[in-house]
């Protein structure tokens, strides 16, 4: 990768949230992106979504920059979830089309789109119930393997040293999102936070250039949201790109470097959270209360 490619890793930034930077150097992004830090990486063109009669994204357009935490937001049925569903390969959108380093992710199944380095979380979990925290960031990890099915029966060399691999990054993955003592344990026996922190470290495994966080923060209380915070930031800061759904506004205005507001479908809104706060139209149709409490 050329220097003016390299992530711009924020190591005193790491270090001052206790990050241990060994952990942090294991879990750093490892894949080429053909744009620099600040520059388009993700490009949604007038994005429709149409089911029956209803439009439920109606011609939205933004970018996602290279190296940004972008927060997604706006009133139940706004559309929120559908875009993520049509950038993600869960729905075929109607109309519009969405770029990934300026190539179309368009047909794509979402196995594809997720190796294309556009990878996501789910507002309901989705883990493997009787597999152990460590094998379900092994399956992510599996995504970037090139071990044949036959290689892997046989055990050949490249599986072993694939494998092996696998479970020492896996290890790094669930450190980085601080569960790594509970690697052992199956997920569906994880406290509800941990399993959030565990599909995080799923979807960290695929080596994402955009990680795209579903309602990261539904069902927890204020010092689980707190440590959330904590960890995206540090996501930010070891190199990747977010995007975040979130309906906590103290959350969402706290964390992002720029926030797209989405009503009916439509694009509201799209700026810093210093002008989202203030906007007059985004008070109207989705904080709908004073800006001290939004602060």
Do not use: W
């Not at 029956?52 to 997604?72: K, P, Q, Y």
């Amino acid at each position: 990768m050329s220097e003016a490619l390299e992530p711009e890793i924020d190591v005193e930034a790491l270090a001052s949230r206790g990050v241990d930077l060994e952990v942090a150097e294991r879990v750093a992004p490892d894949r080429d992106i053909a744009v620099k830090v600040g520059d388009p990486l993700v490009q949604v063109q007038n994005l429709t979504m149409k089911f029956g009669g209803l439009t439920a994204l109606d011609n939205v357009t933004f970018d996602i920059l290279r190296g940004e935490i972008l927060g997604l937001i706006g009133p139940n049925g706004a559309g929120k979830t559908t875009c993520f569903n049509a950038m993600t390969g869960v729905y075929k959108p109607s109309s519009g089309k969405v770029l990934l380093e300026g190539k179309s992710l368009g047909g794509l199944a979402q196995h594809k789109i997720t190796r294309q380095g556009l990878a996501r979380t789910f507002q309901n979990i989705r883990l493997f119930g009787e597999m152990t925290a460590l094998e379900n960031v092994v399956v992510g990890l599996d995504a970037r393997h090139r071990t044949s099915v036959g290689g892997a029966l046989l055990r050949l060399p490249t599986h072993v040293r694939e494998e092996k691999s696998a479970i020492e990054r896996g290890m790094a993955l669930l450190e980085f999102v601080g569960i790594a003592d509970h690697a052992q344990f199956l997920s569906r026996h994880l406290p509800y936070g941990y399993q959030r922190r565990l599909e995080i470290a799923r979807a960290l495994a695929t080596d994402p250039k955009v990680l795209c966080l579903d309602e990261p923060a539904a069902g927890f209380n204020p010092a689980e949201k707190e440590e959330l915070m904590q960890l995206i930031r540090t996501i930010r800061n070891d190199g990747y790109t977010v995007l975040l759904i979130e309906h906590d506004m103290k959350l969402v205005m706290g964390v992002t470097d720029r926030i797209v507001v989405l009503e009916f479908g439509k694009k509201l809104a799209d700026g810093a959270p210093a002008e989202i706060r203030e906007d007059p139209r985004v008070i109207a149709a989705y904080l709908g209360e004073p800006e001290d409490d939004v602060a």
